[in-house]
Nanobody
Framework: QVQLEESGGGVVQPGGSLRLSCVAS????????MGWFRQAPGKEREFVAA????????WYGDSMKGRFIVSRDNAKNSWYLQMNSLKPEDSAVYYC?????????????????????WGQGTQVIVSS
């Protein structure tokens, strides 16, 4: 079992930046990949980014490419989402998640079922 705690959300002006953090505890040795999702009111949960625990690969949703960066620090059991050039449409509750035991299937990065444990969510509001 693994538990996740995320932080870093807040209110930021368009064009600004935020860095979200997620810290895992428990059976962290079984984590194979870490992910970020977001959900805005009335919208489906959307894939944002993911990274293998090895750092071998990173992936991003189409609207995040070139603006967001996912990274990890395995020694701290943590991973991060650096969000730059934020837009009002980035406003959402952001969730971190982990893939356990088996390798993340790259063709289905946004499949919620691949991620066994989720954080509580942290709200990001981009507004002037």
């Amino acid at each position: 079992q693994v538990q996740l705690e995320e932080s870093g959300g807040g209110v930021v002006q368009p064009g600004g930046s935020l860095r979200l953090s997620c810290v895992a505890s428990g059976r962290t040795f079984s984590i194979t990949s870490m992910g970020w999702f977001r959900q805005a009111p009335g919208k489906e949960r959307e894939f944002v980014a993911a990274i293998r625990s090895t750092g071998e690969n990173t992936w991003y949703g189409d609207s995040m490419k070139g603006r967001f960066i996912v990274s990890r620090d395995n020694a701290k059991n943590s991973w991060y989402l650096q969000m730059n050039s934020l837009k009002p449409e980035d406003s959402a509750v952001y969730y971190c998640a982990v893939k356990m035991n088996t390798r993340l299937i790259q063709s289905s990065l946004g499949d919620h079922a691949q991620y066994s444990t989720w954080g509580q969510g942290t709200q990001v509001i981009v507004s002037s």
